[in-house]
């Protein structure tokens, strides 16, 4: 499955050589929202069999929806944070107007829809359908507005529900291709000096982490955790026990 991941707004979205932050509360830019989940999402899909993904973190807007054509995407999601007052909450994911009820877009939508509304606690406002130009429908093609960034509560919510968010849409894409969660034991390898762990973020491969690291101080060696995921996910890369 090759799944196109597509940050909303920033650099040359509008114009060329113009930053587009996207909605604005407070020192919260869209932009910065929507990439940092973009990476999380793309480092959970990591997690899954024959999974490719492509990340879309910038380009003009009529040029995304093409970019993830032409790299032969299965599925294309926009990922997005809805602004309209305090009062306003919910997550709401679109389609493009061709794409109703019984649509593979549809399903999508729904599937992912139903997934953040719940893994924020927040309600989910349906599946609405509107001619965004990355919904040019060249591949199954969603636009996900995770929740209400103008709304100060909604927005600290999802702050502290980040990761369980990034879990929620990575299984919920990762579902409609029936790609299977890769199996632990098949990232460690062992070799006679060293053992070789790739981990993710998850509570059991922090624990397995921690292990690792007794184990390395105990033995006066030291301990290198590799991430599962793509080089472009920053947090992770190469760090060290
Ligand atoms: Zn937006």
Redesign the pocket.
């Known amino acids: 499955m090759r799944q196109a991941i597509d940050a ?2 920033g650099w040359h979205n509008k114009k060329q050589g113009v930053f587009d932050p ?2 604005v509360n407070g020192i919260y830019f ?1 932009h910065n929202l ?1 990439a940092e989940l973009a990476h999380m999402v793309d480092a959970e899909l990591q997690g899954y069999e024959d999974v490719r993904t492509l990340l879309i973190e910038s380009g003009l807007l009529y040029s995304r929806d093409n970019r993830a054509a032409s790299w032969n995407a299965d599925q294309y999601a926009a990922i ?2 809805d602004s309209f007052d305090q009062t306003v909450s919910g997550t709401t994911v679109f389609t493009n107007r061709g794409k109703g009820v019984g649509s593979a877009e549809y399903v999508m939508a729904h599937r992912v829809g139903r997934a953040l509304a719940l893994a924020q606690g927040i309600p989910f406002r349906g599946v609405r359908q509107m001619d965004f130009a990355v919904l040019a429908g060249r591949q199954p093609d969603i636009l996900i ?1 995770v929740c209400f960034m103008s709304n100060n509560a909604e927005l600290a919510n999802y702050i502290a529900k980040k990761r369980e968010v990034a879990h929620a849409i990575a299984s919920a894409l990762a579902h409609g291709i029936d790609s299977k969660k890769k199996e632990e034991e098949d990232d460690m390898q062992y070799d006679h000096e060293k053992v070789s762990v790739h981990l993710g973020t998850d509570a059991k491969s922090l624990a397995v982490k921690a292990a690792i690291k007794q184990l390395a101080d105990d033995n006066g060696k030291a301990a290198v955790v590799t991430p599962t995921f793509r080089d472009s996910w920053r947090g992770w890369l190469g760090t060290k026990l």
Request: proline letters at 0%; zero cysteines.
């Open positions: 909303g707004h996207g909605a869209e929507n997005h944070f507005e």
